[in-house]
T-cell receptor, first 114, second 118 residues
Framework: NAGVTQTPKFQVLKTGQSMTLQCAQD?????MSWYRQDPGMGLRLIHY???????DQGEVPNGYNVSRSTTEDFPLRLLSAAPSQTSVYFC?????????????FGEGSWLTVV | AQKVTQAQTEISVVEKEDVTLDCVYE???????LFWYKQPPSGELVFLIR??????QNEISGRYSWNFQKSTSSFNFTITASQVVDSAVYFC???????????????FGRGTQLTVWP
C-alpha cells in the first residue's frame, strides 16, 4: 500500500487511557497527516506535518497530539481516550506540499474506546 | 458547507450493469485537484485517479471512466459492466491550491457505498 505502515490495526481502550498510533513511511515523503473516518462522515483531517519538526492542526484536532521527530515517523497520541474517539484512523503521506501530489494512505487503525 | 458532495449514499446494481457515481465540489480556487479513492470491505483506501482543474478531458482506464465538467463543478465516475469485486465505498476528494501549496489536505465527500450483486 505505497509504503505507509500503521500499527496497531485494532485496539480497544478504556475511557481515560492513553495510547499512541504509530505511522511510518519509507518513501522519504515530506508531508504526513492523520485522518479519522466515522460512519457517513468521510475522512476528516486531525493533524498534519510538512516536515520533521513541523506540525499543525487540521479540522478535528481536539484530544490528539502529534510530533514529527523524523521524516519517516508521525505518531498520533490520544492523551485521555473518550468514546467519541472511537473511529478508524488513517495515516497518509505525500511527496510534498505542492498541489496535486498524490496522497497515499496506510491500511487504517480501528480504535474502540469503551 | 460541504466542499465535496456525494449525494448517493448507497447504490445497488446487478453485475454487468453500468453505474455512475456522482461528485459535486465547491471551491473558489482556480487551481485545484480532484481525486477518487476506493475503499473495499477490507478497509484500505485505494487511489484511483487524480485530475487537475486545467484538464477537462475525460479519462478512461479499463472499465472505469471519469467525466470532469467545470461548468457544473462535477467529477463523476462511471464503472462499465460492473463486477462483484467493484463492491466498495467510493470517495471523491478535493485538494485546493491555496497559493501553490495545499499542504496535502484532502476534503472528502461522505462516500457512496456501491454493492454489485451477482
Amino acid at each position: 500500500n505505497a509504503g505507509v505502515t500503521q500499527t496497531p490495526k485494532f485496539q480497544v481502550l478504556k475511557t481515560g487511557q492513553s495510547m499512541t498510533l504509530q505511522c511510518a513511511q519509507d518513501m522519504n515523503h515530506e508531508y504526513m497527516s492523520w485522518y479519522r473516518q466515522d460512519p457517513g462522515m468521510g475522512l476528516r483531517l486531525i493533524h498534519y506535518s510538512v516536515g520533521a519538526g513541523i506540525t499543525d492542526q487540521g479540522e478535528v484536532p481536539n484530544g490528539y497530539n502529534v510530533s514529527r521527530s523524523t521524516t519517516e515517523d508521525f505518531p498520533l497520541r490520544l492523551l485521555s481516550a473518550a468514546p467519541s474517539q472511537t473511529s478508524v484512523y488513517f495515516c497518509a503521506s505525500s511527496l510534498g506540499t505542492a498541489s496535486g501530489n498524490t496522497i497515499y494512505f496506510g491500511e487504517g487503525s480501528w480504535l474502540t474506546v469503551v | 458547507a460541504q466542499k465535496v458532495t456525494q449525494a448517493q449514499t448507497e447504490i445497488s446494481v446487478v453485475e454487468k450493469e453500468d453505474v455512475t457515481l456522482d461528485c459535486v465540489y465547491e471551491t473558489r480556487d482556480t487551481t485545484y485537484y480532484l481525486f477518487w479513492y476506493k475503499q473495499p470491505p477490507s478497509g484500505e483506501l485505494v487511489f484511483l485517479i487524480r485530475r487537475n482543474s486545467f484538464d477537462e478531458q475525460n479519462e478512461i482506464s479499463g472499465r472505469y471512466s471519469w467525466n470532469f465538467q467545470k461548468s457544473t463543478s462535477s467529477f463523476n465516475f462511471t464503472i462499465t459492466a460492473s463486477q462483484v469485486v467493484d463492491s466498495a465505498v467510493y470517495f471523491c476528494a478535493l485538494s485546493e491550491d491555496a497559493g501553490g501549496s495545499t499542504l496535502g489536505r484532502l476534503y472528502f465527500g461522505r462516500g457512496t457505498q456501491l454493492t454489485v450483486w451477482p
